[in-house]
């Protein structure tokens, strides 16, 4: 079994995101699902907000 794990970076550090997915919480998936977690993150630079009709280029 693969547990991914894709964090979107909106405003927030990494550092945030990294303390998050700390090696605790990865051995708790990986104790509950049988696999470690593969963590992918990602900084897009565009983003699109349906609601308000809006599209963000960094």
């Known amino acids: ?3 991914a794990i894709v964090s979107f ?3 927030q550090p990494r550092t945030l ?3 998050f997915y700390s ?3 990865q051995n708790f998936v ?3 699902y049988g696999a ?3 963590i992918l993150y990602v900084d897009s630079p ?3 907000d349906n ?3 809006a599209i963000t280029v960094d």
């Open 1 to 3: 079994m693969i547990v």
């Open 36 to 38: 470690p977690p593969e």
């Open 17 to 19: 995101e990294e303390q």
């Open 9 to 11: 970076k909106l405003t």
């Open 51 to 53: 609601i308000a009709g």
């Open 23 to 25: 090696p605790e919480w």
């Open 46 to 48: 565009v983003m699109v």
């Open 30 to 32: 990986a104790g509950k």
